[in-house]
């Protein structure tokens, strides 16, 4: 009777009798207001507290095979491009982002700066990458892939390895085993993050692996194109494939076997991946083929029985040999340690490492940071902000680890110099212009079209010129 005298406020004006009934029937009148209020108002206290939990990101994601992110760095924005080109070709997949930030930010800065998704779904969830419960938030017990970021900060390498403890010793955690791929940047922590992680983890020194590119791109004029190439998902990249129609057969059976792929290696059951093996190994259950194609699904046999061989067209490769070379390393971080020992291993013996930084005491540095060098001479050179004048007349094409843009340019020790420039400095376009072109006149070479002087601000643009050659020629 207080429901339907509230619903429908009419009904008491119907009410006929005497005025104790009627005073009775106002008050329940009022009293069936009041508890309709009170229930609109615990529904919608319900309905607000429930928004704001999914504004905060703290509700539960039920997702399966999908990749979850720990941790928030710039290096998310590169990881989700990447992800979600790989995922071009699976109709659902999703990406998960657990950090310790808010919701609606993290949205709109990738948004921002990743754009557009595609077909895949990206979730965020504000927490802890280190607390289990927070962990039971993105489901990582049914995900497909785990990568742990290294966040910013003073110690980011006990982030990171605490995220491998809470996922990997959690009292939930399934029983089949996870893949894990985590950033470290000290080469310190890397034998206790192996210790934790085992064969279910992947380790990146991202450190140690930008100084070795960039000692091993410096020798090599366009092989940073090639590792773009072969590391982003965009063009061909590597792939493992279990392929049960080559057990039995040899390495060198499989080169032939694929049409649209190209194998390169071989991953043993139970071993560590091998490029080039023995021609005569035979792949056995379990093998896997290690492959350049230009998908997941690509990979697969050609169906030829032949594929016509001519080994009279098969040369053997030529090497000059090795001379002594010099290379100017600008600036000072914590990579030049890394990259000047990298480079020890493919330089001749007698060659030279001019390092100009603006770094004091950088000559006790470089003696204690890069002992044992078998094939080089390390000199150091102090360079004041804007001393440009300063620079020696170093050699081999190098890079600068630290800030500021360069000249680079190459020269064996004793050998006419043979200019690479590169970026030049807004701040003395002049000079550095005046050198490459000195040097160029002394060396009689061709300008290459891409390297021409369009101002201070103008950039290389990116690929192999036709007339520029790849070849080493030191």
């Not at 657990?98 to 930010?105: F, H, N």
């Not at 050179?381 to 890079?399: K, S």
Request: glycine share 10%.
């Amino acid at each position: 009777m207080s429901l339907m005298r509230t619903l429908d406020a009419g009904t008491m004006g119907g009410d006929t009798g005497s005025w104790p009934f009627l005073l009775l029937m106002l008050a329940v009148t009022f009293g069936g207001i009041f508890v309709i209020s009170t229930l609109i108002g615990v529904l919608t206290s319900g309905i607000e507290a429930r928004l704001e939990d999914l504004r905060k990101g703290r509700s539960r994601v039920v997702e399966t095979a999908h990749t979850v992110v720990l941790g928030w760095s710039e290096q998310i924005f590169p990881v989700l491009t990447q992800l979600m080109i790989a995922n071009a070709n699976r109709p659902r997949s999703s990406i998960v982002v657990l950090a310790e930030r808010d919701k609606v930010e993290m949205e709109d800065e990738i948004r921002e700066k990743v754009g557009h998704a595609g077909r895949t779904r990206i979730v965020c969830r504000s927490g802890s990458p280190i607390e289990m419960a927070d962990l039971d938030l993105v489901s990582v017990q049914t995900s497909r892939a785990i990568i742990v970021l290294s966040p910013e900060g003073d110690d980011p390498d006990v982030e990171a390895i605490k995220s491998l403890l809470a996922i990997l010793k959690s009292p939930s955690r399934r029983p089949s085993p996870y893949h894990v791929v985590a950033e470290l940047r000290d080469a310190k922590n890397l034998e206790v993050a192996r210790l934790i992680g085992g064969d279910e983890v992947e380790i990146v020194l991202v450190g140690d692996l930008v100084a070795r590119t960039i000692a091993q791109t410096c020798r090599q004029s366009g092989l940073s194109v090639v590792h773009t190439e072969l590391l982003d998902f965009e063009g061909d990249e590597i792939y493992f494939h279990e392929e049960p129609d080559l057990v039995g057969r040899r390495f060198h059976d499989a080169l032939l076997a694929y049409e649209d792929s190209a194998v390169i290696g071989l991953r043993l059951r139970g071993a560590a991946p091998r490029i080039n093996p023995d021609m005569e190994t035979v792949i056995r259950p379990g093998d896997q083929i290690i492959a350049i194609s230009e998908d997941d699904d690509t990979v697969r046999l050609s169906g030829i029985p032949d594929p016509g061989v001519r080994p009279d067209l098969i040369q053997a490769p030529s090497s000059a040999p090795k001379q002594p070379e010099r290379t100017l390393l600008l600036g000072w971080s914590n990579r030049p340690p890394s990259i000047i020992s990298e480079l020890d291993h493919y330089v001749a013996p007698g060659s030279v490492v001019d390092v100009v930084a603006d770094f004091e005491g950088g000559e006790a540095e470089i003696e204690r940071c890069c002992p044992g060098l078998r094939n080089e001479k390390l000199t150091f050179r102090y360079l004041r902000p804007g001393g440009l004048r300063d620079l020696p007349e170093a050699g081999r094409g190098i890079c600068a680890p630290g800030r500021g843009d360069e000249l680079l340019y190459r020269r064996r020790v004793g050998g006419a110099a043979r200019p690479r420039c590169s970026r030049l400095p807004p701040g003395e376009p002049g000079l550095l212009r005046r050198r490459c072109l000195r040097r160029r006149r002394q060396s009689r070479e061709v300008e290459p079209a891409h390297f021409r002087w369009r101002g201070p601000n103008h950039r290389p643009r990116r690929g192999i010129s036709p007339g520029r050659g790849t070849r080493d020629d030191g």
